[in-house]
């Protein structure tokens, strides 16, 4: 499955933006999806993740309660929403697929990734 990011770019602090992610390839309910965002110098970071029709989420310690992660299967997108803005949001966030609900917080877990999109510093 190929992965397409897109909906990065400025923001306000305390405002909203959502991202997404298309897949083209494979079945698109044949996979979970997951979010991670990454800064220079760290790890990537789990964000959110979502079961393959959407009945299970699981949400990072610092995205939760500000952020809502949703996918469309009939679109092959995934959605995750951000709210409540903050300057650690920024990062570059990337979205990744695997098919099997193992360890779906564990970046090392996910089998396809998209090329990731910025998030800059809320302004």
């Known amino acids: 499955v190929q992965l397409q990011a897109s909906g990065g770019g400025l923001v306000q602090a305390g405002g909203s933006r959502r991202l997404s992610c298309a897949a083209s390839?494979?079945?698109?309910?044949?996979?979970?999806m997951g979010w991670f965002r990454q800064t220079p110098g760290k790890e990537r970071e789990f964000v959110a993740t979502?079961?393959?029709?959407?009945?299970?989420?699981l949400y990072g310690d610092s995205v939760k309660g500000r952020f809502t992660i949703s996918r469309d299967n009939a679109r092959d997108t995934v959605f995750p929403q951000m709210n409540s803005l903050k300057p650690e949001d920024t990062a570059v966030y990337y979205c990744?697929?695997?098919?099997?609900?193992?360890?779906?917080?564990?970046?090392?877990?996910?089998?396809?990734w998209g090329q990731g999109t910025q998030v800059p510093s809320p302004q």
């Open positions: 979502i079961s393959w029709h959407g009945d299970s989420t």
């Open positions: 990744a697929a695997k098919l099997r609900w193992v360890e779906p917080i564990v970046a090392s877990r996910y089998d396809y």
């Open positions: 390839g494979r079945t698109f309910a044949s996979y979970i």
